[in-house]
């Protein structure tokens, strides 16, 4: 097993995610308060697992980008009229 495999199914704290994503800890809770990270409780404290948030994060970047191209098209379009 390569440490790919061993970190994918790694269980993670809001400081582990934090240095993950490379945001502050703070940005981490005011994400789980929107509902805008998949993540789950134990006790009062929360965890994310590495293969959610590598989910979680792709559909983001993908929306991102699809977001951006259809303002780019949109504006190449006024630009036409």
């Given at each position: 097993m390569?440490?790919?495999d061993e970190m994918k199914d790694k269980v993670l704290t809001v400081q582990e995610v934090s240095t993950y994503l490379r945001v502050h800890p703070s940005t981490i809770?005011?994400?789980?308060?929107?509902?805008?990270?998949p993540a789950f409780r134990v006790g009062s404290?929360?965890?994310f697992t590495v293969e959610a948030?590598?989910?979680?994060?792709?559909?983001?970047?993908?929306?991102?980008?699809?977001?951006?191209s259809t303002t780019a098209e949109s504006a190449q379009s006024d630009a036409r009229e």
């Open positions: 390569d440490r790919f809770y005011r994400m789980l308060k929107k509902n805008l990270l404290d929360w965890r948030i590598d989910k979680w994060r792709a559909s983001v970047e993908s929306g991102v980008r699809a977001a951006a």
